[in-house]
Structures are given as structure tokens and as C-alpha cells.
């Protein structure tokens, strides 16, 4: 299929009014996130109908018009993988895209791989080769080859019709609800993301005490604002491992700042004056206002030994009720699920993850039947593809 080049902003504004009667727009796009404060936009591929367009924000200074096109109206949005389009959007509105659906989290709903790529998808459930050769491809450069254009026009060519061949199975899985709200709660994570501040994910930081804590913010909100200044990735202003060790100091001094190892790079040479400033307010913070430790993962063997037995369980249970693990749930939501069931004082408790919404309806239970002995797991056949099963300990039938 052929495709038009938009690279005005009265070409955009025309195209902008076809979207308006569109029932569906797919769309993708293209960044560079390697040196910048956030990933630079410098493609966005759109497909509605028979049509296929290919937006220049390098060459249009507002691209408004098209978000607004994309979080207004009935229309479905149809995009894969779609962190960074979701926030490209969110970012210059504030708004979600209109009925937002996500292939990747549809394809999980469904069993197949999570997180999949968008070429196995094509390919298992399309038959569709997708061409490869530009996944290095620097965006930002200008003219872009007609085989690049190409290549990025093959990542909205077929999306629709994949969007259409999940929704098709989700319908026949009576899953169509759980899609819905898979979509709003990720949205939603990443919103409160995109507000929060996530100086805790500091790595190395998880077993500092209160004050050292009070200095990573510190050094975390200063690091942020500079490197939004600057245009940089906010590591290459200081690395996540000099903020530990900064906090561990717990020193403003200037000449024990300089002996750390790594702050004489030329990097964080120049901001060791700012550096001590930042780390002075963060001593000063009252102690009833430092950070306090986030609470561990409970070390106790028994717990421990019961995530691990009932990580298996739910993979089996995942896959014999065609949902992708991953997609599920982790070990740690594991880990809190059965912690929230052994706490005397869970009536108070926020519930856990998998006791919630589409996950408790495909796995809570059975994971709660396995905890009070009610089912067993063992191995029924080791050649099938599904060896585990949960069989009644009392005659009873199984949750799944």
C-alpha cells in the first residue's frame, strides 16, 4: 500500500479532519531515547481505513493537532507496545487516547508470549513476514530512504487487522472485559508514574537508612531538573551508583565529595558545588520528615518456600487457561498474595494484585484452594505440554 508524507502543518490539520470520521486510527512511531531528558520523537506512523500517513515532527513545530485528534471522538486506538506512544500523547495533552488497545497486552489475554513482538505476532497469527534491516536506524536523520519510510510504514500496514484477529479470540474467551480493564489499569500506572517522583528506583538504594535515603531525593530531584535543563539522559549528569554512595557519606564537605571515586569525571566535576548544595538540604530535613525504608520482601523460609511452589502453580494454571504468566503476575505479587492470606490482619489490608479484577477470577482462587489444601498439584503426564494439574483433595472440582 502507498502511503502520503506529512511534513506541514496544513497538511497535518487536513489529514487531522479525516481522522475525525475514522472509526479506528492504528499508529506507531519512531524515537531516538538515547541522548535526550526524554525520547525524542521524530516519526509517527498512522493507519485509518485504506489510508496510510507518515507524520514529519521534525518538520512540523506543533503536532497538537494530531493528539487531539487521537483522544477525541468514538474511535478506537490501536497501537503495540505502546509505553512511549501512550506518553508522547499524555505528555502534550493530558490526555489518554481514545478507547486505547494495546496488541502486546491483547496478545497476552489470549496466551500467546508476553511481552510479544510485533513481528511473531504478524507471523503466527497473520502470516505476515515483516522486512527487517532498520532497527538500528538513527531517526533523527534527515532525509530518511524510501526504505526506511518503508519499513516504518509496515509497522501500522497490518495493526488494524491484527487488532481485529485478537479481538476475535478475546470475544470467543469472553475476554473482551478483562482487555478493558487491563487497559485502564495500565494507563493508569503509568500516569501516576509519569506524576510521581521515582527517586526510590535509585538502584542500590533499597537498604539505605532514613538520612542517606533523604539525600538520594535530594540528589534525585536535583539530578532530574538538570538533566531537563540540559536535554540529557539524567544518568550521564550523575550515576545512580555515585548518588548511593554520596548518601552514604552523608557529607556536604566538598573535599570528601571530590574523593569519591567517579566524581572527578568530567560529568560530575562540574556540578560538585551544586552537588554539596543539595546534599546540605537534605541534612537539614528534619528526621520526622526523611524517607522511610521501603518495607522488605519478608525473608521468612516458609513464605519464601510457598512463592516458589505456587510460581509453578500459576504458570500451570496460566497456560492450561490460555493467559500468559508473565502478564499475570510476578513472584513477588505471588509473594503478597500469600502473605496477604497468612496476615490475621488482612480485613485492613489493601488486597493484593492477584486478588483483584481478571487476575483473582483465573487464578486467585485456585491459589487460595492450594494454600488451605482444598486442591493439590502434581505432575500428571511429563511429556504433555501441560504435565501439572490441580486435582480436589476433597472430591470437590477444581477452581480451573
Known sequence: MQYETITSAAALEHFCVALQNATSIAFDTEFVSEDTFRPQLCLIQVAISDRVAIIDPLEIEDI????????????????????????????????????????????????????????????????????KGETRTDWRRRPLSSRQLDYARDDVLHLQRLADRLQERLTQLGRTSWLTAEMESWQSRLEEFERGEQWHRVSGSANLRPRSLAIVRELWRWRRNEAEQRNQPPKRILRDDLIVELARQQTADLQRIRAVRGMNFRG???????????????????????????????????????????????????????????????????????????????????????????????????????????????IKDPHSDHPLVLEATTGDTPAN
Not at 93 to 117: K, V
Not at 300 to 320: D, K, P, Y
Request: aromatic share 6%; charged share 20%.
Open 64 to 131: 497538537s493537532p494530531f493528539w487531539r485528534a487521537l483522544t477525541e471522538g468514538q474511535h478506537i486506538t490501536v497501537a503495540h507496545a505502546a509505553r512511549e506512544e501512550f506518553l508522547f500523547c499524555w505528555r502534550s495533552l493530558g490526555r489518554r487516547p481514545a478507547r486505547l488497545l494495546d496488541t502486546q497486552i491483547a496478545a497476552g489475554l489470549i496466551g500467546m508470549e508476553y511481552p510479544a513482538a510485533y513481528s511473531g505476532l504478524l507471523s503466527k497469527l497473520l502470516s505476515v513476514q515483516l522486512a
Open 268 to 378: 560530575a566535576q562540574k556540578h560538585q558545588q551544586a552537588i554539596a548544595q543539595a546534599i546540605q538540604q537534605a541534612l537539614e530535613i528534619p528526621d520526622s520528615e526523611c524517607p522511610k525504608r521501603p518495607s522488605r520482601r519478608s525473608s521468612r523460609s516458609h513464605l519464601t518456600l510457598l512463592t516458589q511452589f505456587l510460581s509453578t502453580a500459576l504458570g500451570s494454571i496460566c497456560r492450561q487457561s490460555q493467559v500468559a504468566p508473565s502478564l499475570v503476575g510476578n513472584s513477588q505479587d505471588i509473594h503478597d498474595l500469600v502473605k496477604f492470606h497468612l496476615d490475621s490482619k488482612r480485613a485492613s489490608a489493601e488486597l493484593p494484585a492477584l486478588a483483584t479484577g481478571w487476575r483473582a477470577e483465573i487464578v486467585g482462587q485456585a491459589i487460595n484452594d492450594l494454600l488451605t489444601g482444598k486442591y493439590a498439584l502434581r
